[in-house]
Protein backbone atom coordinates (compact mmCIF):
# COMPACT_ATOMS: atom_id res chain seq x y z
CA UNK A 1 0.00 0.00 0.00
CA UNK A 2 2.59 2.48 0.69
CA UNK A 3 4.54 1.86 -1.87
CA UNK A 4 1.71 2.20 -4.27
CA UNK A 5 0.31 5.03 -2.99
CA UNK A 6 4.42 6.73 -3.00
CA UNK A 7 3.97 5.61 -6.64
CA UNK A 8 0.36 7.13 -7.18
CA UNK A 9 1.61 10.21 -5.87
CA UNK A 10 4.15 10.64 -7.55
CA UNK A 11 2.30 10.60 -10.88
CA UNK A 12 -0.56 13.28 -9.64
CA UNK A 13 -0.53 16.03 -12.13
CA UNK A 14 -0.41 18.38 -9.59
CA UNK A 15 3.46 17.31 -8.18
CA UNK A 16 4.55 16.44 -11.49
CA UNK A 17 3.90 20.58 -12.04
CA UNK A 18 5.61 20.94 -8.88
CA UNK A 19 8.72 18.53 -10.20
CA UNK A 20 8.41 20.54 -13.52
CA UNK A 21 8.99 24.05 -11.35
CA UNK A 22 11.76 23.12 -9.23
CA UNK A 23 13.74 21.58 -12.15
CA UNK A 24 13.59 24.54 -14.12
CA UNK A 25 14.67 27.01 -11.20
CA UNK A 26 17.41 24.78 -10.33
CA UNK A 27 18.45 24.80 -14.11
CA UNK A 28 18.22 28.38 -14.42
CA UNK A 29 20.19 28.77 -11.50
CA UNK A 30 22.88 26.09 -12.80
CA UNK A 31 23.38 28.24 -15.87
CA UNK A 32 23.05 31.41 -13.80
CA UNK A 33 25.14 31.03 -11.27
CA UNK A 34 29.16 31.22 -12.06
CA UNK A 35 32.07 32.88 -11.12
CA UNK A 36 33.80 35.94 -13.06
CA UNK A 37 36.87 34.55 -15.06
CA UNK A 38 39.10 36.74 -13.27
CA UNK A 39 37.70 36.58 -9.78
CA UNK A 40 36.91 33.01 -8.62
CA UNK A 41 35.87 33.91 -5.26
CA UNK A 42 33.29 36.49 -6.44
CA UNK A 43 29.78 34.76 -7.98
CA UNK A 44 27.84 36.08 -10.82
CA UNK A 45 24.13 35.63 -11.53
CA UNK A 46 23.26 35.68 -15.16
CA UNK A 47 26.93 38.12 -15.51
CA UNK A 48 25.95 40.47 -12.76
CA UNK A 49 28.38 39.61 -9.60
CA UNK A 50 26.64 38.92 -6.59
CA UNK A 51 28.13 40.48 -3.60
CA UNK A 52 28.76 38.30 -1.11
CA UNK A 53 27.74 40.74 1.63
CA UNK A 54 25.94 44.12 0.18
CA UNK A 55 25.89 47.21 1.23
CA UNK A 56 22.88 47.59 3.23
CA UNK A 57 25.15 44.28 4.92
CA UNK A 58 22.79 41.23 4.62
CA UNK A 59 24.33 38.32 2.69
CA UNK A 60 22.93 38.06 -0.60
CA UNK A 61 23.68 34.22 -1.05
CA UNK A 62 21.17 33.86 2.31
CA UNK A 63 18.57 36.19 0.96
CA UNK A 64 18.13 34.00 -2.69
CA UNK A 65 18.13 30.46 -0.44
CA UNK A 66 15.57 32.25 1.72
CA UNK A 67 13.26 33.55 -1.05
CA UNK A 68 13.64 29.88 -2.81
CA UNK A 69 12.34 28.34 0.15
CA UNK A 70 9.74 30.35 0.76
CA UNK A 71 9.16 29.94 -2.66
CA UNK A 72 9.02 26.07 -2.29
CA UNK A 73 7.14 25.70 0.75
CA UNK A 74 4.41 28.07 -0.49
CA UNK A 75 3.81 26.05 -3.68
CA UNK A 76 4.53 22.92 -2.04
CA UNK A 77 1.89 23.27 0.92
CA UNK A 78 -0.95 24.33 -2.03
CA UNK A 79 0.21 21.30 -4.36
CA UNK A 80 0.90 18.85 -1.91
CA UNK A 81 -2.92 19.90 -0.57
CA UNK A 82 -4.18 19.11 -4.25
CA UNK A 83 -1.91 16.31 -4.42
CA UNK A 84 -2.40 14.51 -1.55
CA UNK A 85 -6.11 15.25 -0.02
CA UNK A 86 -7.69 13.16 -2.80
CA UNK A 87 -5.86 9.93 -1.40
CA UNK A 88 -7.86 8.94 1.42
CA UNK A 89 -11.04 9.11 -0.13
CA UNK A 90 -10.20 7.08 -3.25
CA UNK A 91 -8.95 4.33 -1.10
CA UNK A 92 -13.06 4.40 0.45
CA UNK A 93 -14.29 4.80 -3.06
CA UNK A 94 -16.84 2.22 -3.19
CA UNK A 95 -15.89 -0.72 -4.85
CA UNK A 96 -12.13 0.04 -3.85
CA UNK A 97 -12.61 0.07 -0.11
CA UNK A 98 -14.43 -3.69 -0.36
CA UNK A 99 -10.93 -4.71 -1.97
CA UNK A 100 -8.62 -3.12 0.14
CA UNK A 101 -10.47 -4.25 3.82
CA UNK A 102 -10.81 -7.74 2.52
CA UNK A 103 -6.48 -7.97 2.12
CA UNK A 104 -5.23 -9.31 5.42
CA UNK A 105 -3.99 -5.95 6.65
CA UNK A 106 -5.41 -4.19 9.81
CA UNK A 107 -7.46 -1.44 9.09
CA UNK A 108 -4.32 0.99 10.99
CA UNK A 109 -2.07 -0.36 8.44
CA UNK A 110 -4.06 0.93 5.63
CA UNK A 111 -4.39 4.28 6.50
CA UNK A 112 -1.30 4.72 7.67
CA UNK A 113 0.78 3.13 4.76
CA UNK A 114 -2.16 5.74 2.96
CA UNK A 115 -0.68 8.73 4.99
CA UNK A 116 2.90 8.06 5.36
CA UNK A 117 2.96 7.01 1.10
CA UNK A 118 1.35 9.99 0.42
CA UNK A 119 3.89 12.40 2.76
CA UNK A 120 7.18 10.00 0.71
CA UNK A 121 6.09 11.47 -2.26
CA UNK A 122 5.87 14.97 -1.28
CA UNK A 123 9.12 14.64 0.49
CA UNK A 124 10.64 13.06 -2.32
CA UNK A 125 9.53 16.05 -4.28
CA UNK A 126 11.25 18.08 -1.53
CA UNK A 127 14.45 16.78 -1.55
CA UNK A 128 14.70 16.97 -5.55
CA UNK A 129 14.26 20.41 -5.09
CA UNK A 130 16.20 21.26 -1.82
CA UNK A 131 19.63 18.86 -3.10
CA UNK A 132 19.11 20.15 -6.54
CA UNK A 133 19.54 24.04 -5.32
CA UNK A 134 22.03 22.90 -2.50
CA UNK A 135 23.67 21.18 -4.98
CA UNK A 136 24.19 23.77 -7.88
CA UNK A 137 25.16 26.47 -5.11
CA UNK A 138 27.70 24.12 -4.13
CA UNK A 139 29.14 23.06 -7.24
CA UNK A 140 28.64 26.37 -9.32
CA UNK A 141 29.14 29.06 -6.48
CA UNK A 142 31.05 27.08 -3.87
CA UNK A 143 28.50 28.18 -0.94
CA UNK A 144 27.76 24.46 0.66
CA UNK A 145 24.95 25.89 2.44
CA UNK A 146 24.18 23.51 5.09
CA UNK A 147 21.46 25.18 7.24
CA UNK A 148 19.75 25.73 3.71
CA UNK A 149 19.77 21.54 2.96
CA UNK A 150 18.78 21.16 7.13
CA UNK A 151 15.43 23.31 6.51
CA UNK A 152 14.22 20.44 4.54
CA UNK A 153 13.67 18.20 7.11
CA UNK A 154 11.73 21.34 8.98
CA UNK A 155 9.30 21.31 5.91
CA UNK A 156 9.36 17.58 5.70
CA UNK A 157 8.30 17.30 9.34
CA UNK A 158 5.83 20.33 9.20
CA UNK A 159 4.24 18.72 6.15
CA UNK A 160 3.50 15.06 8.46
CA UNK A 161 1.83 17.40 10.92
CA UNK A 162 -0.05 18.88 7.76
CA UNK A 163 -1.01 15.69 6.62
CA UNK A 164 -2.68 14.33 9.96
CA UNK A 165 -5.22 16.98 9.42
CA UNK A 166 -5.73 16.44 5.53
CA UNK A 167 -6.00 12.30 6.39
CA UNK A 168 -9.07 12.78 9.30
CA UNK A 169 -11.04 15.15 7.05
CA UNK A 170 -10.49 13.13 4.24
CA UNK A 171 -11.42 10.19 6.31
CA UNK A 172 -14.59 11.77 7.49
CA UNK A 173 -15.77 13.94 4.50
CA UNK A 174 -15.16 10.82 1.82
CA UNK A 175 -14.53 13.62 -0.86
CA UNK A 176 -11.18 15.01 -2.11
CA UNK A 177 -12.86 18.46 -3.14
CA UNK A 178 -14.04 19.13 0.30
CA UNK A 179 -11.46 18.29 1.99
CA UNK A 180 -9.11 20.56 0.02
CA UNK A 181 -11.41 23.53 0.97
CA UNK A 182 -11.27 22.35 4.50
CA UNK A 183 -7.69 21.66 4.90
CA UNK A 184 -7.48 25.42 3.12
CA UNK A 185 -9.58 26.66 5.46
CA UNK A 186 -7.23 25.01 8.32
CA UNK A 187 -4.13 26.55 6.58
CA UNK A 188 -5.63 29.87 7.17
CA UNK A 189 -7.03 29.32 10.48
CA UNK A 190 -3.78 28.30 11.54
CA UNK A 191 -2.24 31.38 10.46
CA UNK A 192 -4.94 33.47 12.26
CA UNK A 193 -4.04 31.40 15.10
CA UNK A 194 -0.49 32.33 14.90
CA UNK A 195 -0.88 35.66 14.97
CA UNK A 196 -4.26 35.80 17.44
CA UNK A 197 -2.45 38.47 19.30
CA UNK A 198 -2.58 41.07 16.92
CA UNK A 199 -5.62 39.85 15.07
CA UNK A 200 -8.28 37.47 16.70
CA UNK A 201 -7.66 38.94 19.84
CA UNK A 202 -9.11 42.53 18.71
CA UNK A 203 -12.17 40.95 17.37
CA UNK A 204 -13.70 39.94 20.82
CA UNK A 205 -12.21 41.80 24.10
CA UNK A 206 -13.16 38.74 26.29
CA UNK A 207 -11.09 36.76 28.02
CA UNK A 208 -12.80 32.82 27.71
CA UNK A 209 -12.76 33.64 23.82
CA UNK A 210 -8.99 34.37 24.08
CA UNK A 211 -8.05 31.43 26.28
CA UNK A 212 -10.29 29.72 23.84
CA UNK A 213 -7.68 31.12 20.66
CA UNK A 214 -4.95 30.06 22.80
CA UNK A 215 -6.19 26.30 23.22
CA UNK A 216 -7.28 26.17 19.99
CA UNK A 217 -3.52 27.28 18.99
CA UNK A 218 -1.95 24.05 21.21
CA UNK A 219 -4.49 21.61 19.76
CA UNK A 220 -3.84 21.67 16.34
CA UNK A 221 -0.98 21.63 14.81
CA UNK A 222 1.10 24.65 14.24
CA UNK A 223 2.00 24.91 10.69
CA UNK A 224 2.65 28.32 9.88
CA UNK A 225 4.77 28.69 12.93
CA UNK A 226 6.41 25.40 11.95
CA UNK A 227 7.17 26.80 8.32
CA UNK A 228 8.15 29.98 9.36
CA UNK A 229 10.82 28.85 11.69
CA UNK A 230 11.59 26.15 8.99
CA UNK A 231 12.56 29.76 6.74
CA UNK A 232 14.71 30.94 10.02
CA UNK A 233 17.04 28.22 9.95
CA UNK A 234 18.75 29.54 6.54
CA UNK A 235 19.74 32.48 8.45
CA UNK A 236 18.38 35.41 9.03
CA UNK A 237 18.23 38.58 7.53
CA UNK A 238 18.93 42.37 8.63
CA UNK A 239 15.66 43.44 8.07
CA UNK A 240 14.11 40.76 9.68
CA UNK A 241 16.22 41.76 12.83
CA UNK A 242 12.65 41.92 14.77
CA UNK A 243 11.67 38.79 13.97
CA UNK A 244 12.29 36.08 16.62
CA UNK A 245 15.16 33.49 16.28
CA UNK A 246 14.44 29.89 15.65
CA UNK A 247 12.48 27.96 17.87
CA UNK A 248 12.06 24.27 18.34
CA UNK A 249 8.99 24.76 20.07
CA UNK A 250 6.23 24.79 17.67
CA UNK A 251 7.63 21.26 16.47
CA UNK A 252 7.42 20.20 19.39
CA UNK A 253 3.83 21.41 20.37
CA UNK A 254 2.65 20.15 17.26
CA UNK A 255 4.17 16.69 17.36
CA UNK A 256 0.78 15.67 20.11
CA UNK A 257 -1.67 17.53 18.41
CA UNK A 258 -0.25 15.19 15.46
CA UNK A 259 -0.05 11.85 16.99
CA UNK A 260 -3.66 12.63 18.50
CA UNK A 261 -5.28 13.42 15.01
CA UNK A 262 -3.63 10.28 13.57
CA UNK A 263 -4.85 8.15 16.39
CA UNK A 264 -8.38 9.45 15.78
CA UNK A 265 -8.21 8.74 12.33
CA UNK A 266 -7.70 5.39 12.78
CA UNK A 267 -9.75 4.66 15.68
CA UNK A 268 -12.87 6.77 13.42
CA UNK A 269 -11.61 4.31 10.34
CA UNK A 270 -11.38 1.13 12.41
CA UNK A 271 -15.47 1.79 13.55
CA UNK A 272 -17.01 2.62 9.93
CA UNK A 273 -18.92 0.35 7.87
CA UNK A 274 -18.45 0.35 3.69
CA UNK B 1 -14.93 -28.74 9.90
CA UNK B 2 -16.89 -26.17 8.34
CA UNK B 3 -15.16 -23.56 5.43
CA UNK B 4 -17.96 -21.23 7.08
CA UNK B 5 -20.37 -21.25 9.85
CA UNK B 6 -22.59 -18.38 11.04
CA UNK B 7 -24.36 -18.11 14.30
CA UNK B 8 -27.37 -15.27 14.35
CA UNK B 9 -25.20 -12.77 12.11
CA UNK B 10 -26.95 -9.85 12.58
CA UNK B 11 -26.26 -6.41 10.73
CA UNK B 12 -28.58 -3.24 11.21
CA UNK B 13 -26.61 -0.44 9.51
CA UNK B 14 -26.97 3.20 11.05
CA UNK B 15 -27.34 5.58 8.45
CA UNK B 16 -27.73 9.14 8.49
CA UNK B 17 -24.50 11.22 10.22
CA UNK B 18 -27.17 12.97 13.15
CA UNK B 19 -30.51 10.44 12.46
CA UNK B 20 -28.57 7.50 13.33
CA UNK B 21 -31.71 5.70 11.52
CA UNK B 22 -31.98 1.82 11.93
CA UNK B 23 -31.89 0.04 8.83
CA UNK B 24 -31.55 -3.95 9.42
CA UNK B 25 -30.02 -5.62 6.23
CA UNK B 26 -29.37 -8.97 8.32
CA UNK B 27 -31.62 -10.74 10.74
CA UNK B 28 -30.39 -13.92 12.76
CA UNK B 29 -28.51 -15.53 9.94
CA UNK B 30 -26.89 -19.07 10.74
CA UNK B 31 -25.75 -20.71 7.73
CA UNK B 32 -23.18 -23.81 7.62
CA UNK B 33 -21.20 -24.47 4.44
CA UNK B 34 -18.90 -27.30 4.30
CA UNK B 35 -15.65 -27.13 2.58
CA UNK B 36 -15.23 -28.07 -1.10
CA UNK B 37 -18.82 -26.87 -1.88
CA UNK B 38 -20.26 -24.21 -4.42
CA UNK B 39 -22.92 -22.50 -1.97
CA UNK B 40 -25.56 -19.76 -3.70
CA UNK B 41 -26.61 -17.25 -1.82
CA UNK B 42 -30.01 -16.22 -3.76
CA UNK B 43 -32.59 -13.20 -2.78
CA UNK B 44 -33.90 -10.08 -4.44
CA UNK B 45 -32.34 -6.74 -4.19
CA UNK B 46 -31.56 -5.49 -0.92
CA UNK B 47 -31.80 -8.92 0.59
CA UNK B 48 -28.57 -8.85 2.45
CA UNK B 49 -26.32 -10.76 0.13
CA UNK B 50 -23.87 -8.05 -0.17
CA UNK B 51 -23.91 -7.12 3.76
CA UNK B 52 -23.38 -11.13 4.53
CA UNK B 53 -20.06 -11.30 2.54
CA UNK B 54 -18.86 -7.67 4.38
CA UNK B 55 -19.64 -9.03 7.28
CA UNK B 56 -17.48 -12.05 6.76
CA UNK B 57 -14.83 -10.35 5.67
CA UNK B 58 -14.93 -7.65 8.23
CA UNK B 59 -15.43 -5.12 5.54
CA UNK B 60 -18.56 -3.99 7.94
CA UNK B 61 -19.14 -5.13 12.03
CA UNK B 62 -21.61 -7.19 12.71
CA UNK B 63 -24.62 -5.92 15.28
CA UNK B 64 -24.48 -9.34 16.99
CA UNK B 65 -23.75 -13.11 16.53
CA UNK B 66 -20.57 -14.43 15.36
CA UNK B 67 -19.14 -16.41 12.56
CA UNK B 68 -15.92 -18.61 11.55
CA UNK B 69 -14.34 -19.19 8.59
CA UNK B 70 -12.49 -22.65 8.39
CA UNK B 71 -12.67 -22.33 12.17
CA UNK B 72 -11.46 -18.52 12.73
CA UNK B 73 -13.55 -16.12 13.82
CA UNK B 74 -14.26 -13.02 12.18
CA UNK B 75 -11.49 -10.20 11.90
CA UNK B 76 -8.62 -12.28 12.62
CA UNK B 77 -5.83 -11.71 9.39
CA UNK B 78 -5.31 -15.72 8.96
CA UNK B 79 -9.05 -15.83 7.85
CA UNK B 80 -8.51 -13.06 5.36
CA UNK B 81 -5.45 -14.93 3.97
CA UNK B 82 -7.32 -17.68 3.28
CA UNK B 83 -10.36 -16.02 1.39
CA UNK B 84 -10.69 -14.59 -1.83
CA UNK B 85 -13.33 -11.69 -3.09
CA UNK B 86 -15.12 -10.48 -6.00
CA UNK B 87 -17.37 -7.30 -4.92
CA UNK B 88 -20.09 -5.85 -6.68
CA UNK B 89 -18.99 -3.06 -8.76
CA UNK B 90 -15.20 -3.51 -8.11
CA UNK B 91 -13.13 -0.83 -8.91
CA UNK B 92 -9.06 -0.60 -9.77
CA UNK B 93 -6.71 2.07 -9.50
CA UNK B 94 -6.83 3.74 -12.78
CA UNK B 95 -3.02 4.03 -13.63
CA UNK B 96 -1.99 0.25 -13.40
CA UNK B 97 -1.97 -2.21 -16.55
CA UNK B 98 -3.92 -5.47 -15.52
CA UNK B 99 -0.64 -7.28 -14.56
CA UNK B 100 0.17 -4.93 -12.12
CA UNK B 101 -3.08 -4.68 -10.51
CA UNK B 102 -2.61 -8.20 -9.91
CA UNK B 103 0.80 -8.08 -8.30
CA UNK B 104 -0.11 -4.76 -6.17
CA UNK B 105 -3.27 -6.94 -4.49
CA UNK B 106 -0.44 -9.72 -4.88
CA UNK B 107 1.37 -7.71 -2.48
CA UNK B 108 -1.63 -6.78 0.05
CA UNK B 109 -1.90 -10.08 0.59
CA UNK B 110 1.50 -10.39 1.82
CA UNK B 111 2.90 -12.85 -1.30
CA UNK B 112 6.59 -13.55 -1.92
CA UNK B 113 7.63 -11.27 -4.79
CA UNK B 114 9.59 -13.35 -6.58
CA UNK B 115 6.40 -15.34 -7.42
CA UNK B 116 3.79 -12.68 -8.49
CA UNK B 117 5.11 -11.89 -11.91
CA UNK B 118 4.31 -15.47 -12.99
CA UNK B 119 1.21 -15.76 -10.53
CA UNK B 120 -0.07 -12.75 -12.66
CA UNK B 121 0.23 -13.82 -15.73
CA UNK B 122 -0.68 -17.28 -15.32
CA UNK B 123 -4.53 -15.83 -13.38
CA UNK B 124 -4.90 -13.19 -16.82
CA UNK B 125 -4.01 -16.47 -19.07
CA UNK B 126 -6.80 -18.18 -16.83
CA UNK B 127 -9.69 -15.76 -17.50
CA UNK B 128 -8.96 -15.11 -20.99
CA UNK B 129 -6.68 -11.16 -20.50
CA UNK B 130 -3.83 -12.29 -21.79
CA UNK B 131 -3.21 -10.18 -24.54
CA UNK B 132 -4.15 -7.17 -21.97
CA UNK B 133 -1.56 -7.68 -19.34
CA UNK B 134 -0.06 -4.17 -20.26
CA UNK B 135 -2.87 -1.91 -20.94
CA UNK B 136 -4.18 0.08 -18.00
CA UNK B 137 -7.47 -0.90 -15.97
CA UNK B 138 -9.31 2.16 -17.36
CA UNK B 139 -9.62 0.72 -20.76
CA UNK B 140 -10.94 -1.97 -19.78
CA UNK B 141 -14.77 -3.15 -20.68
CA UNK B 142 -17.37 -3.85 -18.14
CA UNK B 143 -16.97 -7.57 -18.70
CA UNK B 144 -13.43 -7.62 -18.91
CA UNK B 145 -12.98 -5.90 -15.37
CA UNK B 146 -15.14 -8.80 -14.16
CA UNK B 147 -12.61 -11.03 -15.32
CA UNK B 148 -9.83 -9.27 -13.80
CA UNK B 149 -11.53 -9.04 -10.78
CA UNK B 150 -11.87 -12.88 -10.81
CA UNK B 151 -8.38 -13.10 -11.42
CA UNK B 152 -7.40 -10.47 -8.60
CA UNK B 153 -9.67 -12.64 -6.29
CA UNK B 154 -7.60 -15.75 -7.08
CA UNK B 155 -4.63 -14.64 -6.69
CA UNK B 156 -3.59 -15.94 -3.15
CA UNK B 157 -5.02 -19.64 -3.85
CA UNK B 158 -7.75 -18.97 -1.58
CA UNK B 159 -9.42 -22.02 0.23
CA UNK B 160 -12.97 -19.84 0.01
CA UNK B 161 -14.11 -17.69 -2.49
CA UNK B 162 -16.21 -15.29 -2.42
CA UNK B 163 -17.92 -13.75 -5.38
CA UNK B 164 -20.61 -11.42 -5.41
CA UNK B 165 -22.65 -11.35 -8.61
CA UNK B 166 -19.38 -12.67 -10.52
CA UNK B 167 -21.04 -12.87 -14.24
CA UNK B 168 -22.18 -9.18 -14.06
CA UNK B 169 -21.66 -7.74 -17.36
CA UNK B 170 -19.61 -10.88 -18.65
CA UNK B 171 -21.07 -12.07 -22.20
CA UNK B 172 -22.36 -15.77 -22.64
CA UNK B 173 -19.25 -17.31 -23.69
CA UNK B 174 -17.49 -15.64 -21.02
CA UNK B 175 -20.49 -17.13 -18.16
CA UNK B 176 -19.28 -20.68 -19.50
CA UNK B 177 -15.98 -19.85 -18.87
CA UNK B 178 -16.44 -18.24 -15.41
CA UNK B 179 -18.62 -21.29 -14.91
CA UNK B 180 -16.22 -24.15 -15.93
CA UNK B 181 -13.21 -22.29 -13.74
CA UNK B 182 -15.43 -22.30 -10.90
CA UNK B 183 -16.28 -25.71 -11.41
CA UNK B 184 -12.53 -26.96 -12.30
CA UNK B 185 -11.32 -24.75 -8.71
CA UNK B 186 -14.29 -26.80 -6.66
CA UNK B 187 -12.44 -29.73 -8.68
CA UNK B 188 -9.68 -28.68 -6.65
CA UNK B 189 -10.66 -28.16 -3.27
CA UNK B 190 -11.75 -24.55 -3.55
CA UNK B 191 -15.03 -23.94 -1.43
CA UNK B 192 -17.08 -21.51 -3.39
CA UNK B 193 -19.46 -18.77 -2.29
CA UNK B 194 -21.57 -17.06 -4.87
CA UNK B 195 -24.00 -14.57 -4.47
CA UNK B 196 -26.24 -14.32 -7.19
CA UNK B 197 -29.70 -13.47 -8.93
CA UNK B 198 -28.78 -15.32 -12.29
CA UNK B 199 -31.05 -18.20 -11.45
CA UNK B 200 -30.12 -20.21 -14.02
CA UNK B 201 -26.55 -19.71 -13.58
CA UNK B 202 -26.66 -20.42 -9.85
CA UNK B 203 -28.85 -23.96 -10.75
CA UNK B 204 -26.41 -24.77 -13.12
CA UNK B 205 -23.13 -25.06 -10.66
CA UNK B 206 -24.19 -24.69 -6.90
CA UNK B 207 -24.63 -27.59 -4.63
CA UNK B 208 -26.77 -26.10 -2.23
CA UNK B 209 -28.32 -22.81 -2.09
CA UNK B 210 -30.04 -20.25 0.43
CA UNK B 211 -32.78 -17.96 -0.54
CA UNK B 212 -32.07 -14.48 1.81
CA UNK B 213 -35.10 -12.06 1.56
CA UNK B 214 -35.22 -9.30 3.23
CA UNK B 215 -32.31 -10.13 5.44
CA UNK B 216 -33.90 -13.61 6.51
CA UNK B 217 -33.08 -17.08 5.16
CA UNK B 218 -36.00 -18.38 4.15
CA UNK B 219 -34.82 -21.74 2.44
CA UNK B 220 -31.68 -24.03 2.44
CA UNK B 221 -31.06 -27.07 0.46
CA UNK B 222 -29.43 -28.94 -2.56
CA UNK B 223 -30.51 -27.79 -5.97
CA UNK B 224 -32.67 -31.01 -6.18
CA UNK B 225 -34.34 -30.55 -3.14
CA UNK B 226 -35.73 -27.35 -4.29
CA UNK B 227 -36.66 -27.98 -7.78
CA UNK B 228 -38.39 -31.44 -8.05
CA UNK B 229 -40.63 -31.28 -5.44
CA UNK B 230 -43.56 -31.08 -7.91
CA UNK B 231 -44.66 -33.88 -9.86
CA UNK B 232 -46.35 -31.62 -12.84
CA UNK B 233 -47.12 -33.60 -16.13
CA UNK B 234 -47.43 -32.08 -19.31
CA UNK B 235 -49.63 -33.98 -21.63
CA UNK B 236 -50.37 -33.25 -25.52
CA UNK B 237 -53.17 -34.52 -26.44
CA UNK B 238 -53.62 -35.86 -30.47
CA UNK B 239 -57.23 -33.92 -30.83
CA UNK B 240 -58.61 -30.65 -28.14
CA UNK B 241 -60.85 -31.84 -24.93
CA UNK B 242 -64.44 -32.45 -25.16
CA UNK B 243 -66.89 -30.44 -22.91
CA UNK B 244 -67.44 -34.28 -21.41
CA UNK B 245 -63.87 -35.45 -20.84
CA UNK B 246 -63.02 -31.82 -19.40
CA UNK B 247 -65.74 -32.07 -16.72
CA UNK B 248 -64.40 -35.68 -15.52
CA UNK B 249 -60.93 -34.46 -15.33
CA UNK B 250 -62.19 -30.82 -12.74
CA UNK B 251 -63.85 -33.49 -10.62
CA UNK B 252 -60.48 -35.07 -10.05
CA UNK B 253 -60.38 -31.89 -8.10
CA UNK B 254 -56.31 -31.89 -9.62
CA UNK B 255 -54.99 -28.55 -10.64
CA UNK B 256 -55.28 -28.24 -14.36
CA UNK B 257 -53.91 -25.80 -16.75
CA UNK B 258 -55.49 -26.85 -20.24
CA UNK B 259 -53.76 -25.19 -23.37
CA UNK B 260 -55.53 -25.96 -27.15
CA UNK B 261 -53.93 -29.42 -27.24
CA UNK B 262 -52.21 -30.16 -24.25
CA UNK B 263 -52.50 -29.84 -20.28
CA UNK B 264 -50.72 -29.12 -17.37
CA UNK B 265 -51.53 -31.71 -14.34
CA UNK B 266 -50.21 -31.29 -10.88
CA UNK B 267 -50.53 -34.64 -9.24
CA UNK B 268 -50.30 -35.28 -5.28
CA UNK B 269 -48.94 -38.79 -5.87
CA UNK B 270 -47.89 -40.90 -8.78
CA UNK B 271 -50.51 -43.04 -9.28
CA UNK B 272 -52.96 -40.34 -9.81
CA UNK B 273 -51.38 -39.96 -13.26
CA UNK B 274 -53.03 -43.72 -14.50
CA UNK B 275 -56.62 -41.60 -13.36
CA UNK B 276 -55.58 -38.87 -15.65
CA UNK B 277 -54.76 -41.14 -18.56
CA UNK B 278 -57.83 -43.55 -18.40
CA UNK B 279 -59.83 -40.05 -18.43
CA UNK B 280 -58.41 -39.51 -21.43
CA UNK B 281 -58.69 -42.48 -23.01
CA UNK B 282 -62.31 -43.35 -22.51
CA UNK B 283 -63.30 -40.51 -23.85
CA UNK B 284 -61.46 -41.30 -26.79
CA UNK B 285 -58.30 -38.10 -26.79
CA UNK B 286 -54.99 -39.66 -27.87
CA UNK B 287 -52.02 -39.04 -26.01
CA UNK B 288 -49.19 -37.88 -28.54
CA UNK B 289 -45.99 -36.88 -25.27
CA UNK B 290 -46.26 -36.78 -21.82
CA UNK B 291 -42.69 -35.38 -19.86
CA UNK B 292 -42.54 -34.48 -16.67
CA UNK B 293 -41.91 -30.50 -15.34
CA UNK B 294 -39.43 -29.80 -13.27
CA UNK B 295 -39.32 -26.48 -11.38
CA UNK B 296 -36.66 -24.20 -12.26
CA UNK B 297 -34.80 -22.64 -9.80
CA UNK B 298 -36.57 -19.16 -11.04
CA UNK B 299 -40.28 -20.62 -10.49
CA UNK B 300 -39.44 -21.67 -7.35
CA UNK B 301 -37.81 -18.26 -6.17
CA UNK B 302 -40.62 -16.27 -7.90
CA UNK B 303 -43.23 -18.62 -6.28
CA UNK B 304 -41.47 -17.94 -2.84
CA UNK B 305 -40.68 -14.49 -3.03
CA UNK B 306 -44.92 -14.38 -3.76
CA UNK B 307 -45.46 -16.43 -0.57
CA UNK B 308 -43.15 -14.52 1.41
CA UNK B 309 -44.22 -10.69 0.26
CA UNK B 310 -47.96 -11.32 -0.57
N1 LIG C 1 -23.40 1.06 3.86
C1 LIG C 1 -24.71 0.97 4.07
N2 LIG C 1 -25.34 1.86 4.88
C2 LIG C 1 -26.66 1.76 5.11
N3 LIG C 1 -27.45 0.83 4.60
C3 LIG C 1 -26.90 -0.09 3.79
C4 LIG C 1 -25.51 -0.06 3.48
N4 LIG C 1 -25.25 -1.09 2.66
C5 LIG C 1 -26.41 -1.73 2.45
N5 LIG C 1 -27.41 -1.13 3.14
C6 LIG C 1 -28.82 -1.59 3.18
O1 LIG C 1 -28.83 -2.94 3.58
C7 LIG C 1 -29.78 -3.67 2.84
C8 LIG C 1 -29.12 -4.88 2.19
O2 LIG C 1 -28.21 -4.44 1.22
P1 LIG C 1 -27.27 -5.42 0.39
O3 LIG C 1 -26.35 -4.58 -0.40
O4 LIG C 1 -26.66 -6.39 1.33
O5 LIG C 1 -28.30 -6.16 -0.56
P2 LIG C 1 -28.02 -7.20 -1.74
O6 LIG C 1 -28.78 -8.42 -1.40
O7 LIG C 1 -26.58 -7.36 -1.97
O8 LIG C 1 -28.70 -6.48 -2.97
P3 LIG C 1 -28.29 -6.51 -4.53
O9 LIG C 1 -28.88 -7.73 -5.11
O10 LIG C 1 -28.96 -5.31 -5.07
O11 LIG C 1 -26.81 -6.46 -4.64
C9 LIG C 1 -30.40 -2.71 1.86
O12 LIG C 1 -31.65 -2.31 2.39
C10 LIG C 1 -29.46 -1.53 1.83
O13 LIG C 1 -30.19 -0.36 1.66
MG1 LIG D 1 -25.37 -7.09 -3.58
Known amino acids: MFRYTVEEVLRRGTLLFYFIIASIIILILALGIGHPVNDPDAITLFGSPIPRVSEQGFNMIEFLLIQLHSLSIFWIIILGMFGVAGLVPSMLEKGMVDLFLSKPLNRAELLMARAFGAVTGIALNLLYFFVGVWLVFGLKAGVWHWGFLSSMLYVIYAFICFSSVITILGLITRSASISIMLSFIYTIISWGLELREHGLYRLWDNVVYQRFLDTLYYLTPQLNAMLDNSTRVIGKLPMMMNVPDFTFMPFLYSFFPTCFLFGLSIWYFSRQDF | ?310
Open chain 2, 1 to 310: MEALQTLDLTKHYRSGSFTKKNIPALEKVSLSIEQGEIFGLLGPNGAGKTTFVKLILSIVHPTSGSATVLGYPLGQRKLKEYCGYLPENHRYPAFLSAENTLIFFGRLNGLPESTLKEKAHALLETVGLKDWAKVKTKKFSKGMLQRLGLAQALINNPKILFLDEPTDGVDPVGRKEIRDLLLSLKAQGTTIFLNSHLLSEVEMICDRVAILNKGNVVRTGTISELTTQKLAYHIHLSSPLTKEVRERLDQTILPIEYHETSLVVTLHEKPQLNLIIDILRSGGIGIEDMTQQKTSLEDYFIQIMKGENG
